[in-house]
C-alpha cells in the first residue's frame, strides 16, 4: 500500500506513515455525527451582557492589559481571493460583452465607489491608453474586468484578500492588514507594544512582507504604538493525504502521492506556538472603515473582559486544589462554576468521591480557554453555537458546521434550523495555564470532527480529508463561553459587490 518512494515523500513532508495509515483509517469509516443537547440561546449557553456590565468587562481588560501580559491579533490571511471575484471571473469569460446580471449592473454601475478604483483605473490606461470610464463608455467592459483580475493588471483575481484595497479614505485606500493594525492599536496594545500575527501562503509572503514594511513606520506614528508583525505559513505536516474512492492512496500521473492543505484546522499548530498570553482571533474581510470601529472595539474589549475573569476565577481554583486540604463546599463552589460560567455538564459529578472530583475539576479547569462573540442568526452563513456531548459525556459548548449535523435525525435538524445566533469568528483566547506555561494546543482537538469532501484531480476522482476546524473540533476540548455581540461587528466580504454595502462605505 505504502511504497518506499511514497516513504521518501512522507519524509520530506515531515508527516509519519502511522499519520497517513490513520487517515486512510478515516476514509473507511468517515466521521461521526456530534450529539446534540441543545441549539445555545440567550439564557442557555449565549451570555448577553447589559450595559453596566459591559463597562465592568472593559474595564477589567482594561485592568489586565496594564499588568504587561503579552497579547496577540491572529489573523488567517492565506489563501486567494478567487472566490470573491467568481462572478466576475464569469462575465469575463463569458460571451456576452456587457453586463447582463444584476451582479453585473452593480459593479459596473458603482465602479467608482470601490475603494480600488483609483488604482483600475491607472491599470486601463496602461493597458490600454484609456480609463476605465472611457472603455466602458466604448463597451470594452470586458477589458476592465481584465485589469482588475488578471496579472498584468491589478492581479486580484489571485491575490490573497489581505492585500486588496477594501476601504478609501481621504489621503490613501487601506487593505485589510492595514486595518487588522489599525484595529489593534484600539484594543490589543500592552506597554505601548501590539503583536500581530498574520496565517499567510508561502508564495503571497514576500507581498505581505513588502506591505508591511511599506506602511508600519506611519501607523507607528499615528497611534504611538511599537508593532510586532509576524508571519507564519501552514505546515506542510499538515497537509492531508487524498484518497481514491475505493480507499486507497491517491498518486498523480508521475507516482507521487497527493497531498492537499488540511484546512483551517491545520492552524491549531499556527497558534500553539505563539508566545502570547491572550490571543484575538480574526478573519482577514470581517473589517469595517474607522467611522465604524469604535463599536468592534467596544465588543473586543467586552469579550476580552469575560475571559480573563473566568480565566482568574479558574487559576484562583486550581491553585486552591494544589494547597490541599478543600471542603466539600468549596468543591461544589468549583462544580457551580464549571456548570454555570463555563456551561459545562459532567455526568455524575455530584455523586464522585473527593479524588476523584477533584481530578474531574483539574481536567476541566486546566484547558485553553475562549470566549466567542455570537451575532443574530440573520441567515448569513456560518457555524452554529451548540451545546453538544463530548466523547467523554460532558457536554459543552461548541461550534459546529452544517457537515456536522445529522440531517436526517428531525430533532437535530429542528435545532440548526430554528438556531438564534451563528458563529461571525470573533475569538479571543488563553493559551496559557495556571502554571503559565503554553498548552500544547494540538492535544485538545477531537481527531474525530473532520470532514472528507469529494474532488477530482486529471479527471479522476479522489476523496480529500479536512483536518477539524480551528474553531470548530481544533478547539474541542477547550473551555468556552458564548457572548451574544452586536450584528455590526460582523461585516465580511464574500464577494466583491459586498465592498459597496454601507458599511464598507467611507
Given at each position: 500500500m505504502i511504497t518506499s518512494e511514497d516513504r521518501k515523500q512522507l519524509a520530506a513532508k515531515g508527516i509519519s506513515e502511522q499519520q497517513i495509515l490513520r487517515q486512510l483509517e478515516q476514509f473507511r469509516q468517515g466521521f461521526p455525527y456530534l450529539k446534540l443537547r441543545a441549539a445555545a440561546a440567550i439564557g442557555n449557553g449565549i451570555v448577553a451582557p447589559t450595559e453596566k456590565e459591559c463597562q465592568?468587562?472593559?474595564q477589567a481588560w482594561e485592568s489586565y492589559k496594564s499588568e504587561g501580559h503579552h497579547i496577540t491579533k491572529f489573523v488567517p490571511a492565506s489563501g486567494?481571493?478567487?472566490?470573491?471575484?467568481?462572478?466576475?471571473?464569469?462575465f469575463r469569460d463569458g460571451d456576452h460583452d456587457a453586463p447582463v446580471s444584476d451582479f453585473e449592473h452593480t459593479y459596473f454601475d458603482h465602479i467608482q465607489d470601490f475603494a480600488f478604483f483609483p488604482a483600475l483605473d491607472d491599470a486601463c490606461q496602461v493597458l490600454y491608453g484609456e480609463g476605465a470610464l472611457a472603455l466602458m463608455d466604448a463597451g470594452h467592459y470586458k477589458d476592465v474586468a481584465a485589469a482588475m483580475l488578471d496579472e498584468e493588471g491589478l492581479n486580484y483575481g489571485q491575490l490573497p484578500k489581505g492585500l486588496l484595497q477594501f476601504h478609501a479614505y481621504e489621503e490613501d485606500a487601506r487593505t485589510p492588514l492595514e486595518e487588522h493594525l489599525v484595529e489593534a492599536a484600539q484594543y490589543a496594545v500592552s506597554n505601548g507594544e501590539t503583536d500581530i500575527h498574520f496565517t499567510v501562503s508561502t508564495e503571497h509572503r514576500e507581498l505581505f512582507e513588502q506591505l508591511v514594511e511599506r506602511?508600519?513606520?506611519?501607523y507607528e506614528e499615528r497611534f504611538k504604538v511599537k508593532y510586532h508583525v509576524s508571519f507564519s505559513e501552514q505546515k506542510p505536516s499538515t497537509d492531508t493525504l487524498a484518497?481514491?474512492?475505493?480507499?486507497e492512496p491517491f498518486h498523480t500521473d508521475d507516482g507521487q502521492l497527493l497531498f492537499r492543505p488540511g484546512g483551517h484546522g491545520a492552524l491549531i499548530q499556527n497558534l500553539s506556538d505563539l508566545d502570547s498570553d491572550i490571543v484575538f482571533i480574526k478573519n482577514i474581510d470581517n473589517v469595517v472603515p474607522d467611522r465604524l470601529k469604535p463599536a468592534t472595539t467596544l465588543w473586543k474589549q467586552v469579550i476580552a473582559g469575560v475571559l480573563v475573569n473566568a480565566q482568574r476565577q479558574a487559576f484562583a481554583y486550581l491553585n486552591r486544589l494544589d494547597e490541599g486540604g478543600v471542603g466539600r463546599d468549596e468543591l461544589k463552589e468549583m462544580c457551580r462554576f464549571l456548570r454555570n460560567d463555563l456551561c459545562t455538564e459532567v455526568p455524575g459529578i455530584a455523586e464522585m468521591g473527593t479524588d476523584e472530583l477533584i481530578a474531574t475539576l483539574r481536567r476541566k479547569l486546566n484547558r485553553p480557554m475562549r470566549v466567542c462573540g455570537m451575532v443574530k442568526n440573520v441567515g448569513e452563513p456560518g457555524g452554529g453555537p451548540f451545546l453538544a456531548f463530548n466523547p467523554d459525556g460532558s457536554v459543552s459548548l461548541q461550534i459546529l458546521e452544517s457537515s456536522q449535523i445529522d440531517t436526517h435525525n428531525p430533532a437535530y435538524m429542528a435545532m440548526f434550523q430554528s438556531g438564534t445566533h451563528f458563529n461571525p469568528v470573533d475569538i479571543v483566547c488563553a493559551i496559557r495555564d495556571y502554571k503559565g506555561q503554553r498548552f500544547d494546543l494540538p492535544r485538545f482537538v477531537d481527531p474525530a470532527t473532520g470532514f472528507i469532501s469529494y474532488k477530482s484531480k486529471?479527471?479522476?476522482?479522489?476523496?480529500?480529508?479536512?483536518?477539524p476546524g480551528?474553531?470548530?473540533?481544533?478547539?474541542?476540548?477547550?473551555s468556552t463561553i458564548f457572548v451574544e455581540v452586536p450584528l455590526e461587528t460582523f461585516n465580511p466580504v464574500?464577494?466583491?459587490?459586498?465592498l459597496l454595502r454601507p458599511q464598507h462605505q467611507g
Open positions: 465592568a468587562l472593559v486567494a481571493a478567487s472566490r470573491m471575484f467568481k462572478n466576475m471571473f464569469e506602511v508600519l513606520p506611519a484518497a481514491t474512492m475505493d480507499n486529471s479527471g479522476k476522482e479522489l476523496k480529500a480529508l479536512e483536518l480551528l474553531w470548530n473540533g481544533a478547539m474541542s476540548d477547550w464574500k464577494t466583491v459587490n459586498d
